[in-house]
């Protein structure tokens, strides 16, 4: 089998992985030059989940923020529905089961003829642990971004989220031991600039200049900023680590399966957080009264909220897929480079008109040249990854 060095490089270890689905990969190696066919097609599903998934997530929240009327000030509700926003972003996962178990079966009838695999190589305690803590980072996250969305202006909480593409890196290194080639400094710094692109964004739930809560959610940007590279790098440790070496070193074929079981252990965890934050708060009777009041029908809104459930689940089958095919940076680089389509679907959707500054023309064509810098990021990595699956296969 050929050997390679990929775009960024971690820790050797002693053996390959191969990933029926795609790819073949352990801590030293990102693809496999014979199986790049069956490669890309992997990296591009998890990137169409991505933008779908976020697009459709981000234009249903903005439809509900419109219907219910956000931007009204209220000093009483300004932190309403924070724990729900957080619990729609993982409440979903029971979707997932079903996929979960069909590629799980797949794997097991595949791999019927290996030699069985003791209790002590699944790491079964390090696993609920690790999965405890991704589902304690996934809860946080989505309630503190829930939080910077409502108590600063848009554009100051898109500019503060872009430290993720700052942090992912740095947390890759000390966590994953990734080294970083040009290829994937030249994709960061376009990622900034396409998300920086976004200061002009808005946003349904946008804070009324009365509201007085800009340093709150400030901090709360920063840290669900933080606590989304760390997600990321631990997911990406725990393939590595855990997933990638469950089964004897010559017959380790983790499949697709174990994206869906990620996702469905840890959002478990982040959704009981989230569920019993909302009975503390008191959100489940806001949501009784918003849905009794909701302009467009009890039964749209509960559309938009299932909705919302939906497509966050399909983000993550992307997002956290991306990072079993190739690393946590590339997929927060993805994730970032969205942020323009999203923004601009957003303006088309809402006619956010209104939120201009610099007249309708203007605001259209810096939407639009946001995604110049967003897809040379991406092709500044795939390129990258390219280039080394070339060189492998010589």
Not at 346 to 360: A, H, L, M, P, Y
Request: hydrophobic share 45%; aromatic share 12%.
């Amino acid at each position: 089998m050929a050997q390679h060095q990929p775009i960024f490089q971690t820790k050797p270890e002693e053996h390959s992985v191969q990933i029926p689905v795609s790819i073949e990969r352990d801590s030293t190696t990102l693809t496999n030059p014979n199986r790049k066919p069956n490669h890309w097609p992997t990296i591009l599903l998890s990137t169409i989940f991505v933008i779908i998934g976020q697009s459709i997530a981000i234009l249903l929240e903005n439809l509900y923020y419109e219907q219910i009327n956000r931007s009204v000030y209220n000093k009483h509700g300004q932190s309403d529905g924070v724990w729900t926003q957080a619990l729609l972003q993982t409440v979903g996962f029971p979707l997932l089961l079903l996929p979960f178990i069909i590629l799980l079966t797949t794997k097991k009838h595949n791999n019927n003829n290996n030699p069985p695999i003791t209790s002590d190589q699944f790491h079964y305690k390090s696993l609920a642990v690790i999965y405890i803590c991704i589902g304690i980072l996934m809860s946080a996250q989505g309630r503190l971004s829930a939080m910077g969305k409502l108590d600063i202006p848009f554009f100051f909480f898109v500019l503060i989220s872009l430290a993720q593409l700052f942090f992912t890196p740095i947390f890759a290194r000390f966590i994953n031991k990734i080294k970083f080639n040009r290829w994937v400094v030249i994709s960061l710094v376009l990622a900034i600039g396409a998300g920086a692109a976004n200061f002009t964004s808005t946003f349904g739930g946008e804070p009324d200049r009365r509201e007085d809560f800009h340093v709150r959610g400030a901090w709360a940007a920063l840290f669900a900023a933080v606590c989304f590279s760390l997600l990321l790098c631990n997911i990406q440790n725990v393939f590595d680590s855990y997933i990638f070496k469950r089964t004897e070193p010559t017959t380790r074929k983790p499949s697709f399966a174990s994206v869906f079981e990620v996702i469905v252990f840890s959002s478990l965890v982040a959704t009981l957080i989230s569920a019993v934050g909302l009975l503390i708060a008191g959100e489940q009777h806001g949501l009784e009264r918003e849905m009794n009041g909701f302009p467009k029908g009890k039964g749209a809104y509960v559309m938009v909220m299932v909705g919302q459930a939906v497509s966050w689940q399909l983000y993550w089958v992307g997002i956290v897929g991306l990072v079993f095919s190739v690393s946590s940076v590339l997929s927060n680089v993805i994730n970032v480079v969205t942020w323009p389509l999203v923004s601009l679907l957003v303006v088309i959707f809402f006619n956010f008109k209104n939120f201009t500054r610099e007249g309708d023309d203007e605001f259209y064509t810096l939407k639009g040249c946001a995604l110049i810098p967003a897809a040379l990021s991406v092709a500044a990595y795939f390129f990258g990854l390219h280039k080394e699956n070339r060189r492998s296969a010589y």
